[in-house]
């Protein structure tokens, strides 16, 4: 979850040893982790894209097609939409096995559906070999993608099913773009008059440490030519990567911002978050100021409820005072089981609730989804073994 959902964790065949918390060398388009010669035609933002094509002759209003085709019909077989003859003849040289580009195309390994029908939890397996998953929620009138943008995680949250599967690789942004596409494909296959609307990049990994290719991926995401999902409905969420929440600020980037924060002391946030150890809770609260004071805009914060760590009321006053003049909503989330920690009930956080409301901030729970699938925050792990009802849903 990038912070946030402790329940995906792709299969570890690819484990490599975690890497430290400092933020790695930027890991956009010409960086690759994946040293493949081919590139993925979805790892291209529109102007790139125009670009490419381009250089071989074909006119802006070809890479518009083209674009259209990948974005907005999302295309998985590019042998079949009508191309005019100079699209078509540089498609069919240049894309496809033993070509310059391939389209991205990730393999649905597994699918399983809450038993609420709600939540459709995805095992992706990308080109690599490597799987992630990807959820698609339900809600009352709209329908959000969960996405993971690393395989695995480095952050080690210590609640969270991807945190304890150690971090394996950064993704492509054509693999987090592939995966709205697919959450979109689905929906549509479901009802062809729904639209997904609403992203959150609350999947495997911590998005801010993969800022390059994150930054790419959303671009191309909320471009109204694609798959038009507004900057105002795409949350990235983080557990604190203090010099990209600044960077995010100094870019003015059009996201919302969700940070989870679940201890209001230095000591309780490190005994949970490791990365603490790294971007202190005062660095991070400062950089959240920052960030308001540069952008103007409301922080989500989010707030795992473990029974007996930072349920307490002492804790919610911390709280509050630690957020003071700070434009903040407070999301609290009764913690989903993961190995070692039982959560708590729905109902538990209530009191906690109540005193952030009273000390001014706003304060919701947030809704429980896909439980029974091992799709709820802090319990993807990618594990085509999760398949066994943990607990039934509310
Ligand atoms: S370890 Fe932490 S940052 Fe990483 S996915 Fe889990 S909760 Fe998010």
Redesign the pocket.
């Known amino acids: ?6 329940s ?1 964790a792709a299969t570890v065949d690819a484990r490599v040893p975690v890497p430290s918390l400092d933020l790695p060398a930027a890991t956009g388009l010409h960086s690759r982790v994946n040293d493949f010669s081919a590139r993925s035609l979805h790892d291209f933002r529109f102007s790139e894209l125009v670009e490419v094509l381009a250089r071989d002759g074909v006119v802006l209003h070809h890479a518009k097609v083209l674009w259209r085709a990948l974005h907005r019909d999302g295309v998985v077989d590019l042998s079949e939409p009508p191309f005019l003859p100079p699209l078509r003849r540089w498609v069919d040289a240049s894309v496809g096995e033993g070509k310059r580009f391939f389209l991205e195309a990730p393999v649905v390994v597994d699918e399983i559906h809450s038993s609420d029908g709600l939540t459709r939890k995805f095992l992706l397996r990308m080109r690599d070999g490597q799987t992630i998953e990807t959820v698609l929620m339900g809600y009352e009138g709209r329908h959000t993608v969960c996405v993971s943008t690393q395989a695995g ?5 210590v ?5 304890q599967m150690g971090f394996v690789r950064h993704l492509r942004p054509g693999e987090i773009v592939a995966q709205v596409l697919h959450a979109r494909r689905v929906l549509r296959a479901i009802d062809p008059t729904k639209r997904l609307r609403n992203m959150v990049l ?1 999947g ?3 998005p801010l440490h993969n800022y390059d290719s994150v930054l790419a991926a959303l671009e191309t995401i909320s471009d109204v030519r694609g798959a038009g999902i507004g900057p105002s409905k795409i949350a990235i ?3 604190g990567v203090v010099p990209s929440i600044l960077r995010l600020a100094e870019e003015q980037q059009p996201y919302r911002l969700a940070v ?1 924060l679940h201890g209001s002391t230095e000591e309780e946030r490190a005994a949970l ?1 490791p ?1 603490s150890k790294r971007w202190s809770l005062e660095m991070l609260i400062n950089a959240c100021r920052r960030y308001v004071e540069l952008t103007g805009k409301r922080i989500f914060f989010e707030w795992t409820l473990i029974a007996g760590k930072n349920d307490s009321a002492e804790t919610a006053r911390r709280l509050v005072e630690l957020l003071d003049g700070i434009d903040a909503h407070v999301n609290l989330i009764p913690l989903n089981p993961t190995g070692g920690f039982a959560g708590v009930e729905s109902d538990s956080g209530l009191e906690f609730q109540r005193i952030l409301i009273a000390g001014g901030f706003p304060c919701t729970f947030r809704q429980r989804r896909g439980i029974d699938v091992a799709a709820g925050c ?1 319990m ?1 792990k990618a594990d085509k073994r999760v398949r066994v009802p943990l607990v039934q849903n509310e």
């Open positions: 979850m990038g912070a946030c959902n402790p995906l995680c480095a952050m080690g949250c609640f969270c099913a991807t945190g609350m495997m990994g911590e969420s983080t557990v989870s978050v990365a802090g993807l």
